[in-house]
């Protein structure tokens, strides 16, 4: 069976630092990957997807990458955070079916909170 | 861009009531699926339905949807306190072969 991880699980940064989010799909090969936000009591904001490795797209444009080095990892990354960075970073993955994008399966989740 | 809007924002109901939650969009779709978040988790995908299917149930869910007025409602029946949580629709827009548009949610209580 399919399953995703993502670490840390919390984080708490100073405004300026950098940051390195994972995400790790096992039990699938050639996924989409998809990085969103959810600030709190919102609904979610995409920030980036990847159909295959080393392919990404921006879906916002802020101090926030996105790198896929391998086929099920996916990595958020940022030189230097700023405030409005925290919020909870959601990784998902899913398989594009006949029917369109099919079910996305969500990581755990990582609460950034920047200081 | 298009999305999904969740109606009502927030919903509090009693042990053994129904629930009615209700999303409208814009645009044609593939699909339209409903998600469930509870506080400070990853989210969980309850049922999808394709834009040629006018109702789908599972377990106490029934979901329906219509596509001539763009909208969808997500039906738990015989509610229980561990319904609560955000329940989300997400929307895959025709053309768009890659990605979900999330509303933002509805917050459903369900009191003991």
């Known amino acids: 069976s399919q399953t995703i991880h993502q670490w840390p699980a919390t984080l708490v940064q100073p405004v300026g630092s950098p940051l390195s989010l994972e995400c790790t799909v096992e039990g699938t090969s050639n996924p989409n990957l998809y990085w969103y936000r959810q600030a709190a009591g919102r609904g979610l904001q995409l920030l980036f997807y990847?159909?295959?490795?080393?392919?990404i797209s921006s879906e916002v444009p802020q101090n926030l990458s996105a790198s896929r080095p391998q086929d099920r990892q996916f990595i958020l990354s940022s030189k230097k955070l700023l405030l409005s960075d925290s919020g909870f970073y959601l990784c998902?993955?899913?398989?594009?079916?006949?029917?369109?994008?099919?079910?996305?399966?969500f990581g755990p989740g990582t609460r950034l909170t920047v200081l | 861009s298009q999305q999904g809007e969740e109606d009502p924002q927030a919903l509090s109901i009693q042990e053994g009531e129904n629930a009615t939650m209700n999303c409208s969009y814009k645009?044609?779709?593939?699909?339209l699926q409903w998600y469930r978040q509870n506080s400070g988790r990853g989210l969980v995908h309850l049922i999808l339905i394709r834009s040629n299917e006018r109702e789908k149930h599972s377990g106490r869910l029934r979901v329906t949807l219509d596509t001539s007025k763009k909208s969808s409602s997500l039906l738990i029946t015989a509610s229980r306190a561990a319904d609560t949580a955000s329940y989300f629709c997400a929307t895959d827009a025709r053309g768009s072969n890659y990605k979900l548009t999330f509303g933002k949610g509805t917050l459903l209580t369900v009191n003991p």
């Open positions: 998902a993955w899913t398989q594009l079916g006949a029917g369109g994008v099919d079910t996305q399966y």
């Open positions: 645009t044609s779709i593939n699909n």
């Open positions: 990847s159909v295959g490795i080393g392919q």
